[in-house]
């Protein structure tokens, strides 16, 4: 057992002891989750799930169907995993010029994308106590001090605190090679390091060969502009089709 210490719950005010080496307290008064870190106690906040597994899925699906993704990938990615999870993030609030700033930064070390990026959830944050049902997500612990980021952050301090962020993360196969995205299941936006791209060969080829014949057309032209007028005409629409085929078969 280490040293005891002691400090006033941030909702109730009641006196808490703990351990010294403590990182999560619970207040016996109020049964609060106080988060405790070297610059001092804070609340312990999370933010609920607005966003279940299936729309989650469904993201991913929308998103997989963009242009700048492989073909089908939204057809054909497999699913290899989805887990519920709740990712830790300080939340600093901080006088800048008069003005209130709030910053995010995480808590927790990570090389999963988007997790540097999140933003202020736009459902009201609820303080974490025993009356918050997390549903079975896993709850990702801190290992990065609060302190790591006060001293760097601008403007006077107001506010502290350590915020859980429910996320989903999403594991698919596609062509044999595992992939895995982020979705923010609080404001519901999706992230991803490296997925799957669609060639863009095909098309720069067909930009090619329409390049050059726009230059074979223009010196026709200058003998004859009417021919050379037919013969550019010609060449957009078969430009146009070249790239739908491209477009349909890439």
């Known amino acids: ?27 016996t008064y109020c049964d609060s989750q106080v988060f405790i870190d070297k610059s001092g106690a804070g609340f312990y906040y999370a933010a609920p799930f607005m966003v279940d597994e299936t729309n ?6 929308r998103w997989a169907a963009g242009s700048t993704k ?3 990938l939204d057809r054909l990615a497999q699913i290899a995993g989805v887990q519920k999870k709740y990712f830790p993030v300080y939340m600093f609030k901080r006088d800048v010029n008069g003005k209130e700033a709030v ?10 994308p988007g997790l540097h990026s999140l933003k202020v959830p736009a459902t009201d944050l609820k303080v974490f106590d025993a009356s918050f ?26 506010e502290q605190a350590l915020v859980f962020f429910p996320i989903w993360k999403l594991e698919y196969v596609f ?40 230059i074979a057309e223009g010196l026709v032209a200058t003998m ?13 629409v078969g430009v146009f089709m070249a790239a739908l085929h491209v477009a349909r078969r890439m």
């Not at 989650?56 to 699906?61: D, E, L, P, W």
């Not at 910053?103 to 070390?109: F, K, N, T, V």
Request: hydrophobic share 45%.
């Open 224 to 236: 004859s502009l009417p021919v050379g007028l037919v013969l550019m005409g010609v060449t957009v």
């Open 103 to 112: 910053i995010l930064q995480p808590a927790g070390s990570t090389t999963l």
């Open 56 to 61: 989650a899925v469904g993201m991913f699906r």
């Open 1 to 27: 057992m280490g040293n005891l210490a002691s400090i006033k719950c941030p909702k109730c005010a009641a006196p808490v002891t703990f351990d010294a080496d403590s990182k999560f307290v619970k207040c």
């Open 175 to 214: 062509n044999q090679k595992r992939y895995e995205v982020i979705i923010d299941a609080s404001a519901g936006e999706l992230f991803s390091a490296d997925f799957p791209t669609r060639s863009s060969m095909a098309y720069m080829a067909v930009a090619g060969l329409g390049f050059v014949a726009f």
């Open 133 to 158: 049902d997390v549903g079975g997500a896993e709850m990702i612990k801190p290992d990065i001090e609060m302190a790591a980021y006060a001293d760097k952050l601008p403007g006077t301090p107001k």
């Open 70 to 72: 492989a073909k089908d």
